[in-house]
């Protein structure tokens, strides 16, 4: 890979993921603090952040800018650690309830057999046992880095996408409901329950996102060593 072809990537790399975390804690926010909202818009005036801004020199901006985009990168990050104990708890009550749950659970089971027949793969399934497919997928990378590009890295990016998303509906749903007590703007919980019931449709999508990522590093996987041999 030459230099240029080298700062694209990790700059591509970068970006994608400050989009993605941006959007989940902008998406956060704005579910958290919505009864704000509404009162900032009964107003004769709406405050905006750019209100707030205006009196500011350049540096001051650029300072408060980077600030922004730092931290809503970092709420990001923890509202993805969120979702990772949002789904935890979700696949362990409906487990052999639903079909999207057992659907992931089938699909971890077959990457995690392809994984322990190879040999150099019995170390990892028994040292990771939460991360054998990373085994699968970096030795489907190495053989078909093509075919990893094009089926696998696109699912792998939205799985989390959604599963930020949910995370940041769900917790920012549970911080408006407790807002409410404090502003008495009981009128919000429609909108509340709302966002609640599309973290809940967005969570279930990660798991059949997650389901055809692991699906798609399997089959990548058996092709790469048919290839091999």
Request: aromatic share 12%; hydrophobic share 45%.
């Amino acid at each position: 890979m030459s230099t240029v072809e080298l700062v694209y990537a990790r700059g591509s790399m970068f970006g994608r993921d400050l989009f993605h975390y941006g959007l989940s804690a902008v998406v956060f926010c704005f579910c958290a603090l919505s009864p704000f909202l509404l009162q900032s818009i009964s107003l004769s005036r709406i405050v905006t952040p750019v209100d707030l801004t205006l009196d500011l020199g350049a540096w001051e901006k650029t300072v408060l800018t980077v600030c922004v985009v730092f931290l809503s990168y970092a709420l990001g990050q923890l509202l993805l650690v969120i979702g990772f104990v949002y789904r935890a708890l979700w696949k362990r009550m409906f487990k052999k309830r639903l079909s999207h749950v057992r659907n992931l659970v089938q699909a971890e089971e077959k990457v995690k057999e392809l994984v322990s027949q190879d040999s150099s793969g019995m170390r990892t399934v028994s040292s990771y046992p939460h991360d054998f497919h990373v085994f699968c997928e970096i030795s489907a990378f190495s053989k078909l880095p093509d075919a990893h590009a094009k089926f696998i890295e696109r699912y792998n990016t939205l799985a989390f996408l959604r599963l930020s998303l949910s995370s940041s509906m769900l917790t920012g749903g549970l911080i408006c409901m407790s807002l409410l007590k404090i502003t008495c703007m009981f009128y919000v919980y429609p909108m509340v329950t709302l966002w609640e019931i599309t973290g809940i449709m967005l969570l279930r999508q990660h798991f059949i996102t997650q389901t055809g990522f692991l699906n798609r590093v399997a089959v990548t996987y058996i092709l790469g060593k048919e290839s091999k041999e």
